[in-house]
């Protein structure tokens, strides 16, 4: 085994089925790749929810944020008539009240979209006080709950089970927006209480599930382009002199704002942060040899 081959960066969208945690998927790809080959994703899932998991390995690890920062969609099924304390199946469920009619449920649905703070759910991993907030409410504590500034871009409703109480939704929503807290807030709205029932992400920025595949359908030497996968980034092409440069850290000229990627013979050298009319490397996904490809 080269001795760098634990760092070729590689990436993968995965089809995340229903039961597992997301570290359960990482972690079955990790078995596949050289022994201490770092492995990661670029946004959690809940065990319930199925859907698109980008896995990122080696060096590419590195590039986790760059995608976790873009927008999600997402198909949920919500089960109005009903509240979770959790805000999925996971319970435990109590009864609500009754479902209004349909009209009700679609002008509710229609008037969630833009800008707004949301209130973290009660069993969600987030940290108050040093320590998450699903292991205090699991004690039965009553915690003040953070809201976070998050954006609805669209919200529509696709389908609907009048006699099940079910409503299916396609969302597309900001970073950090928890789409089981937008099914309770419109079980709320409506006042009959509701919860994500199922849960499946569908895109996260331009990335399709349409293109991800079973965790055991990974091959290891495979995976998408990482190109294709900062296709929403500007991209510089470097010249072999310039390449050489940007592998050992160092900067060169170029315009643009934020990050940009820096490319080489069609392969993803690094991400630089442009500033002063200079790209200067932040993410560098090659050694100087050049033995980890893109």
Do not use: N
């Not at 920062?69 to 435990?92: C, F, H, I, N, Q």
């Amino acid at each position: 085994m080269p001795p760098d081959a634990r760092e070729a960066p590689r990436a993968w969208l995965v089809d995340k089925p229903a039961g597992p945690t997301s570290h359960d998927v990482v972690a079955q790809v990790r078995r596949m790749l050289p022994r201490r080959t770092k492995v990661g994703h670029a946004g959690t899932l809940d065990p319930f929810a199925t859907g698109l998991l980008v896995v990122l390995a080696g060096r590419a690890t590195r590039l986790a944020r760059l995608l976790s920062d873009r927008p999600k969609r997402y198909r949920a099924t919500v089960r109005l008539g009903y509240r979770s304390a959790t805000g999925d199946p996971e319970g435990p469920i109590t009864p609500g009240g009754p479902v209004p009619p349909m009209r009700d449920v679609e002008r509710v649905v229609a008037g969630m979209t833009g800008e707004q703070l949301q209130r973290v759910p009660a069993h969600a991993a987030v940290r108050v006080d040093g320590e998450r907030l699903y292991a205090r409410a699991r004690r039965g504590e009553e915690v003040e709950r953070p809201e976070r500034r998050i954006v609805v871009y669209d919200l529509r409703l696709a389908d609907a089970d009048r006699e099940a109480g079910d409503i299916v939704i396609d969302t597309h929503v900001s970073k950090g927006t928890y789409v089981r807290q937008l099914a309770a807030d419109i079980g709320d709205t409506l006042g009959c209480g509701g919860y994500c029932l199922e849960l499946r992400r569908t895109g996260v920025g331009d990335l399709a599930v349409d293109d991800a595949v079973p965790p055991a359908a990974v091959d290891p030497g495979g995976g998408i382009p990482l190109l294709e996968l900062l296709a929403h980034m500007p991209v510089r092409e470097l010249t072999p002199g310039e390449l050489g440069d940007v592998l050992h850290g160092r900067p060169v000229p170029g315009d643009g704002v934020g990050e940009v990627v820096l490319a080489a013979a069609g392969e993803v050298a690094a991400v630089a942060r442009a500033g002063d009319g200079m790209l200067r490397p932040s993410i560098v996904l090659r050694d100087p040899a050049g033995a980890a490809t893109g």
